[in-house]
């Protein structure tokens, strides 16, 4: 079976400009989430979506940001009018649940680089 | 405030060596702590678990250890590789609802040959 897969792995853009980055969950997991990691830093957690329920965007760090996951899988986080701080690796991960002990399955990154 | 501090923030090691992770949390009320592997450029990949109730667990070369009363883990490697180089990250979940796992920053570790 498949892990939990992002694209593109590599996006360049420049300052102002939007970008869309996708993941795509494991099959059968009902919760996603979205985190930043900036350079030898730890993980910063963006948002969360756990089945039909409101996600929980208490992560985000400006309304520039917004992530959708339509149909309870795929996943797309926009970032509008890209700032060079916004400069980082975006991990995704799925898990089987949204309960704690359930493990989290990560995707291998979108580095992210605004010029 | 509900925090994950890992110490050391990195270490060298030479191959064959043994060396030890430390992790110390504030996070309340206690779910779970897990310690992930992440390679450079990979995603994070977990290598044990433990619950309140557990204070060991073993993936191969790898042990964990879990002081709920201090609130302190640790990682110990046995006879590292050159793969083990790689960031080791503490994680600590909490038991409430919504999201609630804090992330520490994790120490990366340089095993030369």
């Known amino acids: 079976g498949a892990g939990v897969s992002q694209s593109p792995s590599n996006k360049v853009t420049e300052k102002g400009k939007d970008v869309e980055l996708r993941c795509d969950p494991i099959?059968?997991?009902?919760?996603l989430y979205w985190y930043r990691q900036s350079l030898g830093q730890g993980l910063e957690f963006l948002i969360y979506?756990?089945?039909?329920?409101?996600?929980?965007k208490s992560g985000l760090p400006s309304d520039r940001f917004s992530a959708e996951r339509t149909g309870g899988s795929v996943s797309t986080l926009t970032i509008q009018r890209t700032q060079q701080e916004d400069s980082a690796v975006y991990l995704c991960?799925?898990?089987?649940?949204?309960?704690?002990?359930?493990?989290?399955?990560f995707g291998p990154g979108t580095r992210l680089t605004v010029l | 405030k509900n925090q994950v501090e890992q110490s050391p923030q990195s270490l060298i090691i030479l191959e064959g060596k043994n060396c030890t992770l430390q992790?110390?949390?504030?996070?309340?009320?206690?779910?779970?702590l897990r310690w992930y592997k992440q390679d450079t450029g990979r995603g994070p990949v977990s290598l044990t678990i433990?619950?309140?109730?557990?204070n060991t667990k073993s993936n191969g070369r790898y042990t964990a250890t879990l002081d709920a009363d201090t609130k302190q883990s640790s990682l110990h490697i046995t006879a590292s590789q050159l793969s083990d180089s790689a960031s080791y990250i503490c994680?600590?979940?909490?038991?409430?609802?919504?999201?609630?796992?804090?992330f520490g920053a994790g120490t990366r570790l340089f095993v030369k040959a």
């Open positions: 991960a799925s898990s089987l649940g949204g309960a704690p002990e359930n493990e989290q399955f």
């Open positions: 099959s059968g997991h009902t919760a």
């Open positions: 979506f756990q089945g039909n329920s409101a996600p929980d």
């Open positions: 992790c110390n949390y504030t996070v309340s009320p206690f779910s779970n």
């Open positions: 433990m619950t309140f109730s557990e």
């Open positions: 994680v600590v979940s909490a038991n409430t609802g919504g999201f609630k796992t804090i």
